[in-house]
Each structure stands twice: as C-alpha cells, then as structure tokens.
C-alpha cells in the first residue's frame, strides 16, 4: 500500500515538473466571404496585467466595453504579437468585441478589412513570448472545409498557411 501511494505521488510530481508553465495562447482563424475572422483567446490573467501596465483595471475592462481608449490599448497589444499578411502585404484587422469567459479566459473577435484575394497568407503568432520564454500558441486554421492547426513557439513564430 505504502510503494503504490509513493508512486502515484512521484508521478504527480513528475507530471508536475513537466507542465506547461506559460499560458497558452490560441487563435482561430477562418476565411469567410473572403475576409478573414479571428478569434484570440488568452487566459484572463495575462490581459489583467496588461492592463495594470496602462494603468487600467479588470473592472475598467468588464464594466466600459465601450471604452474607446481600452480597446485602442488592448488591439496594440494583441495585434503586436499576431500579424496576418497577405502576399507580403499587411492585412488590416479590426477589434469588433471581447468576451470575459467564465472559465478564465477572455476571447477577442476581430475582422479584416479588405477582401482575401489570394492563397498566399502568412501568419505571425509570438504574442506573449517575450514575456514568458516556454510560451507556446495554437492557431486553428479554417477554409471552406479546410482545417488545420499550427504550432508556434519562440523557435518559429511564422508560417505561411497552405
């Protein structure tokens, strides 16, 4: 009883030293009547801080959905650290709303301005890696009926969608 206690808790804690200790970043991304919908999902947490640093706050956040100054604020940010260009050209894009999840996360819902003309888009996701060096971010990919997912780490931060 004593060796299988022991060894249920030296997997806990080996499984514990192998977590993922910086959030985790996702986006969904999908070409709809030719413009592109993104979707930013990050952990409540990281937007909390990002804010106290322009001396906002969570309430400011939660109760001023409307606040032209928050919202200029947060789109710099997130769109710092995901980019989407299209045949070398940058693509513009939109912050339409944001949702505070009840499960600690907060999505963001952009729009691109212009039409997608071509196949040829290549897409920069290192949004929080220059705050924690483990940082990892998952983009989900849709076309029509394509789908795909892509990894990005602090060794690649871009890809070119096919």
């Known amino acids: 009883m004593m060796k299988t206690l022991l060894l249920i ?5 080996s499984f514990k030293s192998f977590a993922h200790n910086a959030p985790l970043a996702f986006a969904e991304m999908e070409i709809k009547n030719k413009k592109i919908e993104l979707t930013l999902t990050l952990d409540t947490h990281e937007i909390i801080e990002y804010l106290e640093i322009g001396e906002y706050n969570l309430i400011d956040f939660e109760e001023h959905k409307n606040n032209e100054q928050i919202k200029i604020y947060l789109t710099r940010f997130l769109l710092s650290g ?3 260009w299209e045949n070398e050209t940058y693509v513009n894009l939109n912050l339409i709303d944001y949702e505070v999840k009840q499960n600690g996360n907060i999505q963001f819902y952009f729009t691109s301005n212009h039409e997608v003309k071509s196949n040829h888009i290549k897409v920069r996701f290192d949004l929080l890696m220059n705050e ?8 989900n990919f849709i076309e ?6 892509y990894t990005f780490n602090t060794n690649q931060t871009e ?3 096919d």
């Open 159 to 161: 890809v070119k969608l």
């Open 132 to 139: 924690h060096e483990n940082q990892q971010n998952k983009l």
């Open 82 to 84: 995901f980019k989407i």
């Open 144 to 149: 029509n009926s394509f789908q795909k997912s």
């Open 9 to 13: 808790f030296t997997i806990l804690i």
